[in-house]
């Protein structure tokens, strides 16, 4: 029962879809607009929308969450998330996150001024905390809390050894995967070192490219000299 887990490219953010034994579930719904492009990457598979029976939400900003809605309808599918986030998924908006350095630190101060992350609410299904096994999906699949960018992020580990972080680690950079938006920095070196003690082999980020441990395991160290 070893899960397959393939990247979707949504224009900014990721979303990853993981084979599972009744169907599919969906890991983060993109920018508004983006069904289609779903859609479309479930028909190679010669499978359509209502394969999709549960989507994971990593956490709820408008560049993961802006299609749920649409999704829901279409597939109808279960959406899970984090307790802290559900109030903000059924609310319809969330302030941009802190920046980490001097450039994103007026970035999220400019977008906040500017602007609201607005979204089309969503009532999850399925509220998360510390813990959630995906065994019910006939995977090996486990959540875990993981809050530092936001309060109620989460990862999503497959095969004990692959894991969907959202934005908890960011692959932008050459030499580093620390994401340039935390709500908490303290709290996400926290959850980097619970990331950590999982001995994952292949990360999968919300933006940017799949990569392994030891880039994880160097930005880390870095971080905690
Ligand atoms: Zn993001
Ligand atoms: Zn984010």
């Known amino acids: 029962m070893s899960a397959v887990i393939q990247q979707i490219e949504m224009g900014k953010a990721n979303s990853y879809l993981i084979e599972a034994k009744n ?16 859609s479309r990457f479930l028909s190679k598979k010669n499978a359509d929308l209502e394969d999709i029976i549960l989507i994971i939400i990593t956490h709820v900003h408008y560049d993961h969450v802006g299609s749920l809605a649409a999704l829901k309808e279409k597939t109808n599918a279960e959406v899970l998330v984090h307790k802290k986030e559900k109030e903000l998924l059924e609310n319809g908006k969330t302030e941009f996150p802190e920046g980490t350095v001097f450039i994103s630190k007026i970035i999220s101060k400019l977008s906040n001024l500017i602007s609201e992350s607005k979204f089309k609410a969503v009532t999850p299904d399925i509220t998360v905390d510390d813990y959630y096994d995906l065994k019910q999906y006939g995977i090996k699949g486990e959540i875990i809390h993981t809050p530092g960018h936001t309060g109620g992020s989460i990862s999503v580990i497959i095969n004990g050894e692959d894991i969907i972080c959202g934005d908890t680690l960011f692959n932008f950079m050459p030499h580093s995967v620390y994401p340039p938006f935390a709500n908490n920095k303290d709290e996400l070196i926290e959850s980097w070192q619970k990331i950590k003690s999982y001995n994952c082999k292949r990360f999968y980020p919300g933006h940017g490219s799949i990569f392994t441990e030891e880039k994880f395991i160097k930005t880390l160290e870095k971080k905690l000299q």
Do not use: F
């Open 23 to 38: 169907g599919y579930i969906l890991v983060d719904a993109g920018m508004p607009d983006q069904v289609d492009i779903v």
